[in-house]
T-cell receptor
Framework: QKEVEQNSGPLSVPEGAIASLNCTYSDRGSQSFFWYRQYSGKSPELIMFIYSNGDKEDGRFTAQLNKASQYVSLLIRDSQPSDSATYLC?????????????FGTGTRLTIIP | DVKVTQSSRYLVKRTGEKVFLECVQDMDHENMFWYRQDPGLGLRLIYFSYDVKMKEKGDIPEGYSVSREKKERFSLILESASTNQTSMYLCASFLAGADTQYFGPGTRLTVL
């Protein structure tokens, strides 16, 4: 079992709709959870981070964390063509070592105009 | 703004050559990381460093070594490049207690 799993996609969403991206992790002691966006040929950039169970909103983005079920999700409201990218989930877990992020393989999102 | 720079955006080397990839950050961060990114495999940690002259192996250290002689600089060394080391290499850094890592622009290395 991979430590951090994501559906590779591609996920296609119409412009203006809600895009939902999911991630599961294996280490129940994981403490910190991150979502990165990566455009083709570019390096990852942080979108959201979440530490506590529940929802965290930042503009059009909402991160949701459920530690009991060991999943974290990212919702993108009012999707725009500029949101088309690969989204990486990353986790800092109890067994992963200080500040060492473990990444999922990413979900490729395409927003259809 | 945090700035992490890498010595080259694109690099082409021949099998058996010694390759140096350099990463520099200007924010006085203690922690620095080297990843490689391959299609379908995601980002995999090669080596990381918590302080000057300190290094720890990541998930795929074989065939690589690192050097951190100064806090701002973290070098990745391929002692004898092989074709299976063709990849995108990403450097990252952050301050202990900060929220996340900041990535450099990446170096796309091709080994022929």
């Amino acid at each position: 079992q991979k430590e951090v799993e994501q559906n590779s996609g591609p996920l296609s969403v119409p412009e203006g709709a809600i895009a939902s991206l999911n991630c599961t992790y294996s280490d129940r002691g994981s403490q910190s959870f991150f979502w990165y966006r990566q455009y083709s040929g570019k390096s990852p950039e942080l979108i959201m981070f979440i530490y506590s169970n529940g929802d965290k909103e930042d503009g059009r983005f909402t991160a949701q964390l459920n530690k009991a079920s060991q999943y974290v999700s990212l919702l993108i409201r009012d999707s725009q063509p500029s949101d088309s990218a690969t989204y990486l989930c990353a986790v800092i877990g109890a067994n992963f070592g200080n500040e060492k992020l473990t990444f999922g393989t990413g979900t490729r999102l395409t927003i259809i105009p | 703004d945090v700035k992490v720079t890498q010595s080259s955006r694109y690099l082409v080397k021949r099998t058996g050559e010694k390759v140096f990839l350099e990463c520099v950050q200007d924010m006085d961060h203690e922690n620095m990381f080297w990843y490689r990114q391959d299609p379908g495999l995601g980002l995999r940690l090669i080596y990381f460093s918590y302080d000057v002259k300190m290094k720890e192996k990541g998930d795929i250290p074989e065939g690589y070594s690192v050097s951190r002689e100064k806090k701002e600089r973290f070098s990745l060394i391929l002692e004898s490049a092989s074709t299976n080391q063709t990849s995108m290499y990403l450097c990252a850094s952050f301050l202990a207690g900060a929220d996340t890592q900041y990535f450099g622009p990446g170096t796309r290395l091709t080994v022929l």
